[in-house]
């Protein structure tokens, strides 16, 4: 049976790899294992071993990526978070705020199975992560308020993610994007208006 490693390789016509794109290709094997294994087993009881042994890397560049296991879902929330931080950025949500709610619920479903799996493994802090951005770390406020505001907006919408998911999902995402458009809508317009960006003035 082919390793993640062996696979991919062969998937993408690569037969050597290093530096930068070696790390990349490591860390995504061993994603992708921990992913398989998840669905196999509860999270607490993979072991390391299994993770190298399933994604074909070494235990040596393991621990030249990840220190633990949870790292390896920090790094793939992380991965979600930067995901929706470009499409949240998208100029045509300030016109459209409701359809960007209704993006957002859509990515969260599309992702279910990943989510549900992180939020099982009980890395329900590091999970809030990927469902908003950090957006006080992406917007620079004009005022103590207004930096507040958009702490109290992350903290909200992630909340009711997650209570989305912890629910089953009964509430569709029409109806998901309706509520959060009511509650958050004028505020997610004023701050893609208002707000400056981090990176701009940097």
């Known amino acids: 049976m082919e390793n993640v ?9 690569v037969y050597r790899l290093s530096g930068t794109k070696a790390n990349k290709l490591t860390k995504e094997c061993l994603q992708t294992a921990l992913t ?3 669905e196999e087993k ?8 299994e993770l190298v042994r399933r994604s074909g890397v070494s235990r040596q ?11 390896i879902l920090v790094d793939m929330c992380r991965s979600m978070g930067e995901e929706l931080t470009i499409a949240m950025l998208d100029g045509r949500y300030l016109a ?21 799996m992180m939020i099982k493994a009980r890395a329900r802090q590091e999970a809030r992560e990927i469902f908003l951005p950090a957006l006080h770390e992406i917007f620079l406020a004009d005022s103590d308020e207004e930096y ?3 702490i109290a907006y992350e903290g909200g919408i992630n909340n009711i993610i997650v209570n989305w998911f912890e629910a089953g999902m009964k509430k569709d995402i029409p109806q998901m994007a309706k509520l959060c458009d009511a509650l958050f809508g004028a505020f997610h317009r004023r701050l893609l208006k208002q707000c400056r960006r981090k990176d701009k003035t940097e």
């Open 96 to 116: 459209d705020t409701h359809q960007w709610f209704y993006d957002l619920f859509l990515f969260m479903y599309e992702n279910r199975e990943a989510i549900e």
């Open 36 to 38: 398989c294994l998840m």
């Open 61 to 71: 560049s393991f621990y030249r990526n990840y220190h633990t296991k949870e790292d």
């Open 42 to 49: 509860p999270f607490e009881t993979i072991s390391v071993t």
């Open 5 to 13: 490693l062996q696979s991919l390789m062969k998937k993408r016509g």
């Open 148 to 150: 507040y505001q958009i």
